[in-house]
């Protein structure tokens, strides 16, 4: 065929071709479901996969060529805390970067209780990354009784259940409680039965963050699988860990506690970070009955000289039961009262301040910071033994526990910037804790079929077109905690319900982003 005849038939081969808008090309493709990579093509048009395969015979605006790289699902983060975070960063950098493309939000009973108007704003900011959202019960309590420190009455029960009822209705995925902070701690077990019973009726799950993830870790497993059998909801179990040096090796009872609810028919899942220290607030140093009833009353009772000795005392007997004599593993990653803590221990910060070294004034250094409005702090308290024999079990998810990232501020968890990557590089390309494909099934289609995160998590036609393109052999957490504000690398590609986020590594400004909303949305 000569050229001039070629050109002559060029328009009409390119009508015959089918077209899409984004080609991707050779890649290395792990669909989600836990199958083993093959190689192929995947097109993509407006916002769906349209098709997957081999030597796919599309014309595309836009081909990439995956060779030797990994083409993946976006990465679904099931436990997040974005919540004011979303208009000062919304390109959500340390989430694009680590391959997350969808996150779930209102965790440990933290949420906004108006979730339509949630979702309006969602809508107004344009986010880099979608958006699903629990209800978050430490929130509808302080909505009806404040911080107080008793048992709801039955009428304030009934302004609950409707405050959960109508979360449901505006696309809230299910209920969270977080039961180590002030005021989930002051709550019994029944209340929560109610309200997970309203989130049942319209189909959502139960997400905990146990009362206890230490000492009477058994008990706290055992309080959210009761929630989850009387109230016939799906269990997640936040952040599952053993804290606390006397609790390393726990992990074996604790996950053999989940296979036997999981045979007796609760659906319980776990999610996990791939880290050794946790990160929350300072205050869970204290006795719970210290914290009610706000700022004010935390700073009155501490005022007091009988109050401070029995703190001081409850802090010495917890520090003891880790078989510490410091307050070392307690490390102040945000102080707004004096950025100078910021990455420093509380046992370096009592000797800055010219205190002697024992316990007993560290305790009291502590409760300097509770009384000027409290710390984030990260605590170094599990081993790596169980962290990857929790790894290792088939349901179990992968999440960060973290808001997005502002680039320098303060010294947080470097869990916000690498969860993933971490996973990636560190345990399954150096240490084989488990394969390539059982880790991005984790991160992908395990999630969002839990949280009936319909058309995500799979490389398959009619799927939202979110997708990550990595190299196996580079991806890599590059955040520490000496230096936590460090972007993953190795990730070269994202795209979000079909548009390119990451080009060749680099953020585009792409926000195209969406709320997801839960199956009981009217």
Request: hydrophobic share 40%; aromatic share 8%; glycine share 10%.
């Amino acid at each position: 065929m000569n050229k001039f005849l070629l050109i002559l038939l060029f328009p009409a081969l390119l009508k015959a071709q089918e077209r899409c808008d984004i080609l991707i090309r050779n890649g290395k493709i792990i669909d989600g479901t836990g199958n083993n990579w093959y190689y192929g093509d995947i097109a993509v048009k407006g916002d769906m996969i349209i098709k997957t395969g081999r030597g796919l015979a599309f014309y595309a605006a836009r081909v990439i060529d995956a060779g030797g790289l990994i083409v993946a699902p976006g990465f679904i983060d099931v436990h997040t805390h974005i919540e004011g975070d979303e208009e000062k960063v919304p390109a959500a950098e340390s989430f694009i970067y680590d391959g997350v493309t969808t996150v779930v939000t209102g965790n440990c009973g933290a949420s906004n209780v108006d979730i339509a108007a949630y979702f309006k704003k969602l809508d107004s900011i344009h986010l880099s990354i979608n958006v699903a959202t629990l209800i978050g019960h430490n929130d509808v309590r302080k909505s009806v009784m404040g911080r107080a420190n008793r048992d709801a009455t039955p009428e304030e029960i009934r302004l609950m259940e409707l405050l959960v009822e109508r979360a449901m209705k505006e696309g809230a995925v299910g209920l969270s409680t977080g039961l180590i902070y002030i005021p989930g701690t002051y709550t019994k077990t029944p209340e929560i039965i109610d309200l997970a019973k309203v989130a049942a009726r319209y189909h959502g799950v139960y997400a905990s963050h146990m009362r206890n993830e230490g000492d009477k870790v058994r008990d706290a497993i055992n309080e959210a699988l009761t929630i989850g059998r009387e109230a016939k909801i799906p269990v997640e179990i936040s952040h599952f860990k053993v804290s606390g040096q006397q609790n390393w090796g726990r992990s074996k009872e604790t996950l053999g506690i989940i296979d036997a609810a999981r045979k007796e028919g609760i659906e319980v899942t776990i999610d996990q970070y791939p880290y050794t220290a946790s990160s929350t607030s300072i205050s869970t140093l204290l006795p719970d009955e210290i914290l009610a009833d706000g700022q004010d009353s935390i700073v009155n009772r501490l005022q007091r000289p009988e109050v401070k000795k029995y703190v001081v005392r409850y802090m010495i007997q917890q520090l003891k039961k880790r078989k510490l004599k410091h307050f070392s593993y307690a490390v102040v990653a945000s102080y707004k009262a004096d950025s100078t803590y910021n990455g420093k221990s509380i046992e370096q910060i009592n000797l800055m301040q010219g205190r002697k070294h024992r316990m007993k004034e560290e305790a009291a250094t502590v409760i300097d910071i509770m009384m000027n409005g409290g710390a984030g702090a990260v605590f170094h308290g599990m081993s790596e033994d169980d962290v990857t024999r929790i790894m290792q079990y088939p349901f179990n998810m992968f999440a960060c526990d973290a808001a997005i990232r502002v680039w320098n501020e303060g010294m947080p968890h470097p869990r916000g910037y690498g969860t993933n990557a971490r996973v990636l590089g560190k345990y399954v390309r150096e240490e084989k804790v488990i394969s390539l494909e059982e880790a991005v099934r984790r991160m992908t289609s395990l999630p969002a079929q839990k949280f009936q995160l319909n058309h995500r998590g799979m490389l398959t036609p009619g799927m939202f077109a979110d997708i990550v393109i990595f190299d196996e052999n580079k991806v890599k957490d590059m955040a520490t905690f000496e230096k936590p504000h460090a972007y993953s690398v190795g990730i070269k590609y994202v795209m979000v319900n079909g548009k390119i986020t990451v080009d060749e590594g680099k953020h585009t400004g792409t926000r195209n982003g969406m709320p997801i909303y839960g199956p009981g949305k009217e």
